[in-house]
């Protein structure tokens, strides 16, 4: 019996590298275990529904809105609502360009004026003319003299315009205020007398006031 027992072979130890794939695999289905019991577990947290809230019916197709009423209808039954939702009328621009100048109507011509009266318009009196008339001289004795006075002369001019004869008609008490009249009036020249546009002889009174100046 103890021969027999002592001839039995002995077991032979594993080899190392089946050790390591034991260990490996032993790992990997500890790591699948957990991943599963964490999965699971989440699961389970889930909060249930409660059934105390009323559970919201399924919800089918959504109710169409009303038709908008016609404006004859309902708009006049609310004016203060109609009146509130009408939107602000929008200011008006205003054009402040300024209107382009208007040409200016042209004014009439004015007439001509009318010719001033001269030595030339008809007249049955001669006219002194301008220029060929100057006033007598005051004479140095009579003004030292302090002599005054008013004196008509009366002269009779021909178809020409030339003094024929001057004469005094009203004297003014100074015998040099006539001689300065007289001497005046035959050196002027006149616009002769017309009668239907033809010149001829006319006479004239021709009044000189001689006063001293103040």
Known sequence: MS??????????????????????????????????????RRHDEAPAPDPALPQQAEAGPPAPLPEP???ASGASEMPDARAEQAPAAAPEAVDTTPPPPQPLAEAP?????????????????????????PPPTYPPAALR??????????VDVDAGGRPLDARIIQRSGSRELDRAALAAVRGWRFEPARSNG???????????DFQPAQ
């Open 3 to 40: 021969a027999s027992r002592s001839d039995a072979p002995a077991p032979s130890p594993l080899p190392p590298h089946s050790l390591k794939i034991a260990g490996l695999a032993f790992c990997a289905g500890l790591l699948l275990f957990l991943v599963v019991w964490l999965n699971a």
């Open 69 to 71: 009423l016609p404006a």
């Open 109 to 133: 011509a004015a007439p001509p004026p009318a010719p001033a009266p001269t030595a030339q318009a008809a007249s049955d009196r001669p006219v002194p003319l301008p220029g060929h008339s």
């Open 145 to 154: 003299r302090g002599e005054s006075g008013t004196v008509v002369v009366r």
């Open 198 to 208: 033809q010149p001829m002889v006319g006479s004239l009174e021709i009044p000189f």
